[in-house]
């Protein structure tokens, strides 16, 4: 049930993400939050099958750590790629 934790911890961590990451209209308000949480997940369910106990703080610092570098990586790249193709797409249809 400890997951719960880990879970909750990383939607406060990825909407933190979302705020303070540039360019946040290019994205949507769920990307960050749930992309955190589905990395979360996978790492604290992937290390407790590993044999971690709960009360090992490994298991924790992983499990929020590591989700939060990766999600704040892939919401920067994605929110740079939308800035790009959106700018493209202005220059195309000769709106700006």
């Known amino acids: 049930m400890l997951i719960v934790l880990a879970?909750?911890?990383?939607?406060?961590i990825g909407l933190a993400l979302h705020f303070?990451?540039?360019l946040r209209p290019t994205r949507g308000v769920?990307?960050?939050p749930l992309l955190e949480a589905a990395i979360a997940?996978?790492?604290?369910?992937s290390l407790t099958w590993l044999g971690?106990?709960?009360?090992?703080?490994?298991?924790?610092?992983?499990?929020?750590?590591i989700p939060a570098a990766v999600t704040?990586?892939?919401?920067l790249v994605v929110s740079r790629a939308r800035a790009v193709?959106?700018?493209r797409e202005r220059a195309r249809l000769?709106?700006?």
């Open 7 to 12: 879970l909750v911890a990383a939607v406060a």
């Open 94 to 96: 000769k709106i700006a």
């Open 52 to 65: 971690l106990a709960e009360s090992n703080p490994w298991l924790w610092v992983a499990s929020i750590l």
């Open 72 to 75: 704040a990586l892939v919401i």
């Open 85 to 87: 193709h959106d700018e």
């Open 20 to 22: 303070t990451v540039p």
């Open 30 to 32: 769920a990307l960050a």
């Open 41 to 45: 997940a996978v790492i604290y369910t």
